[in-house]
């Protein structure tokens, strides 16, 4: 039976419709076939391993820090998720003018939009956990269909956290900052439980004891992580424990009807408004008298470093990549300059760094036919804008190469001849095999780059692998310099119609097929 | 207008035989078009006739199939270079930096053409000005309406004197006040001698602006000349004035 017209039900699943055209797209039935197979599989392991495994489980209940820790770093990425959910749902899809506009209450549009958020993002953990339940079920442990209950509150309780977090940066920042302000927002929520774990890797040997000692009487049964915490309440929810399994239920519950009722009466009020509200003003004082400079180098590579470091989302994609590294980057410099493996790991920074730079400003050019017009031959236009990607890479690796020299004059020339190398192919690559972009498909651009994201990636582990290899193993290096040519060959050769396709008439006479 | 200009020069766009096909479609056929230095020219036509694809052509954005097209003398495929600096090329729907403010916008474009400094700054503020932009130059081109953005498209196409200007649809998304402005301002143009080539689905535009007119259908020019010429032609009398343009692209463009 169809859901009546203009019912929650029915906007309800024209949200799920909507949702699920944007995963499947049109491989709909494969995905279909092999999740189905997959979770079949996920079942029947569960089934076979619940036997044995159940008193293990309830072993670790006794001492709940392992299942409850999972718990929450799960609902770390859970928050994540539903927080890029919610900038899109509130910020970026353009539909809400329509559903405001139309007789449904704003209310029922607000409570399916966080209700199509909070399925959304629960759609993973209910995939992973529930098989469990069933299997629960057919042995005899019937507590676990509490997963149900636990994965569907967790799930409207992120909502609700999700789209309090929007609406308050929405608030502050006005609806475009907001928009970016949340996916940087969510990535280091999401990045959160990995930066905690590498705290004490940080530390120094007294600040880390210092830690432990604090941890060990936290860990005991009064203590903030003892095992009568109701920190870890949502684990003693999975087993069915009536109190917590309550709690966690109406702390969602609760949440997410009070998010839905605070926000919907103010975004009319705010969201909208700061949506259609004024424009965004440069700044630095950008309505000062006007400072023209001289050069089509200089003009060129200001155009794009001001694109750059003014595009918060481009900027704080790249640089969460980034902050993954660095705290690989300081227990290597803690363990001393000698210390040859921390050198990949900067080599992979600078590549990816000057790969996503190289392909923002080859690639994702907003204006491709003013430049295409104009009477600067092609060639030189995608030159300088490979400088304006490396330059900034260099900059950054020239200092830590000049710091390192009299300290380990080896490593120090295997950083700048291996990153240089690194962030120059990443560059090439995308000259030699371009594929247009839009700015905002940055994070996908290795998914979605065609065969362009493969062949940079090849090249980067050469050059990773080459530093590595410098290190000891020499014998091996021949292989990661075949890495890297065969890459460039590809990118050079596999180019050829990418390239004419690209720049068309314009493209430069050296690069055309 | 400088008529001494016009017969004094080298045709301003020579197109001769300029042919494009898409896969198995044929969108240019066989083009051919002069239009001398310092004329106002209108290039009409339905949907699909080719317009854009000839333009695109013209601007060195697209690879003909076959023919050439030449501008003040320079050839667009061996020349291209010296043609482009002294053209400039609107597209229907231009793309901008949203990032950029309008004086940065046009600080690049002037530097893409080599303009100096101190004049593409004079020269800015000119334009700003001239299309009531000058107050919003500390903006982000993000926060423009449509109007806005089409405005600052043609003050970058402007910023480097271009002796030639084609414009595809120059008018769309423009409000009544800011339509007349980029009108006078096109018109005061190509009075100091420069050349307009524009296409229009707005027919009043081409009525009262341009001097000839080419209409074109099936990717070929089917008729051409000022508007008493094709009224003469085609032989439409409506009305005590006589046809309007819309009635001979009617009549010239009506399926056989």
């Not at chain 1, 055209?21 to 999740?35: D, E, K, P, Q």
């Not at chain 1, 200001?302 to 227990?331: A, F, G, H, N, T």
Request: hydrophobic share 55%; aromatic share 8%; net charge positive.
């Amino acid at each position: 039976m169809k859901p009546s017209p203009g019912s929650w039900f029915w906007l309800f699943m024209h949200e799920m419709r909507l949702s699920w055209r944007g995963v499947s797209g049109s491989h709909f039935w494969t995905i279909a076939i092999l999740g189905g197979l997959l979770w079949f599989f996920m079942h029947w392991g569960a089934w076979v391993s619940l036997p044995a495994g159940y008193p293990m489980l309830r072993g670790m209940l006794a001492a709940p820090v392992f299942l409850g820790g999972l718990y929450w770093l799960f609902a770390s990425l859970l928050l994540s998720q539903t927080l890029v959910h919610a900038v899109n749902a509130l910020i970026v899809r353009e539909d809400l003018d329509l559903l405001l506009s139309s007789p449904l209450s704003q209310r029922t549009v607000f409570l399916v939009r966080g209700l199509a958020i909070a399925v959304s993002a629960s759609l993973l953990p209910a995939f992973a956990a529930l098989p469990l339940a069933h299997a629960g079920l057919l042995r005899g442990h019937p507590e676990f269909l509490a997963l149900y209950p636990l994965v569907a509150a967790s799930g409207l309780g992120c909502a609700a956290a999700g789209i309090a977090i929007t609406m308050t940066l929405v608030r502050l920042l006005g609806a475009r900052r907001a928009r970016t302000a949340g996916q940087v927002f969510a990535a280091v929520v999401g990045a959160l439980f990995f930066f905690a774990f590498q705290i004490p890797n940080m530390l120094s040997v007294p600040s880390r004891e210092a830690l432990k000692a604090w941890l060990k009487t936290q860990l005991l049964d009064n203590g903030l992580f003892g095992a009568a915490s109701p920190l870890w309440w949502p684990a003693r929810a999975g087993f069915g424990e009536a109190l917590p399994l309550l709690a966690v239920v109406a702390v969602g519950a609760g949440g997410f009807w009070l998010a839905v009722s605070l926000t919907y009466r103010r975004f009319v009020t705010g969201t909208q408004e700061s949506l259609a509200g004024g424009r965004s003003s440069a700044a630095g004082g950008g309505a000062a008298a006007p400072v023209f400079r001289a050069g089509l180098t200089r003009v060129l590579l200001l155009k794009e470093w001001r694109l750059v470091l003014r595009d918060m989302q481009v900027l704080s994609q790249s640089l969460m990549q980034l902050l993954y590294l660095v705290p690989m980057v300081l227990i290597g410099f803690k363990s001393g300059p000698k210390n040859l493996y921390i050198v990949p790991v900067i080599v992979a920074g600078a590549a990816m760094l000057a790969g996503n730079l190289a392909w923002i400003t080859v690639n994702a050019e907003e204006a491709p036919e003013l430049l295409a017009s104009s009477p600067v031959p092609v060639s030189r236009i995608l030159w300088i804008k490979a400088a304006a990607a490396v330059l900034p890479v260099l900059a950054l690796l020239l200092p830590l190469a000049l710091w390192w020299a009299p300290r380990g004059p080896f490593e120090a020339a295997t950083l700048l001849l291996c990153g240089g190398g690194g962030m120059l192919s990443a560059a090439l690559i995308q000259i030699w095999s371009p594929r247009a972009g839009k700015r905002g498909d940055l994070k996908n651009r290795m998914k979605a780059g065609g065969p362009a994201g493969m062949i940079e990636l090849l090249s980067t582990i050469g050059w990773i692998a080459a530093a590595v290899f410098a290190g000891g193993r020499r014998e091996w290096l021949p292989a990661a310099a075949c890495a890297v040519a065969l890459a460039l060959a590809a990118a050079w050769f596999g180019g050829r119609r990418a390239r004419a396709d690209t720049w068309g008439s314009a493209a430069p006479e050296p690069l055309r097929a | 207008m400088t008529n001494s200009h016009k017969s004094g020069e080298s045709a301003a766009l020579a197109v001769s035989g300029l042919t494009k096909s898409f896969g198995a479609k044929r969108a240019v056929d066989g083009l051919d078009l002069v239009i001398p230095a310092g004329e106002f020219h209108a290039l009409l036509g339905p949907n699909g006739a080719g317009k854009t694809t000839t333009l695109r052509m013209i601007a060195g954005l697209l690879r003909p199939d076959a023919g050439t097209a030449a501008v003040f003398g320079h050839d667009i495929a061996r020349g291209a270079t010296a043609a482009k600096s002294v053209t400039a090329f609107l597209p229907d729907d231009p793309l901008l930096y949203g990032k950029l403010t309008p004086l940065e916008y046009l600080e690049f474009v002037a530097g893409l053409w080599a303009v100096p400094p101190d004049a593409a700054e004079r020269r800015a503020r000119e334009l700003l000005d001239w299309l009531e932009l000058w107050g919003n130059r500390g903006e982000y081109v993000e926060g423009f309406s449509r109007g806005m953005r089409q405005k600052l498209a043609l003050a970058g196409a402007m910023i480097h004197e271009p002796r030639l200007m084609i414009l595809d649809e120059p008018l769309t998304g423009l409000d009544a006040r800011a339509a007349r402005s980029v009108k006078d301002m096109l018109v005061a143009y190509v009075k100091k001698g420069n050349t307009v080539v524009l296409t229009t689905h707005i027919l009043e535009i081409a009525e009262r602006l341009a001097e000839r007119i080419s209409i074109i259908l099936g990717g070929r020019i089917v008729a051409q000349g000022s508007l008493d010429e094709l009224r003469s032609r085609t032989g439409a009398a409506v009305g005590p004035a006589g046809a309007t343009l819309e009635d001979v692209f009617l009549e010239l463009t009506e399926p056989a």
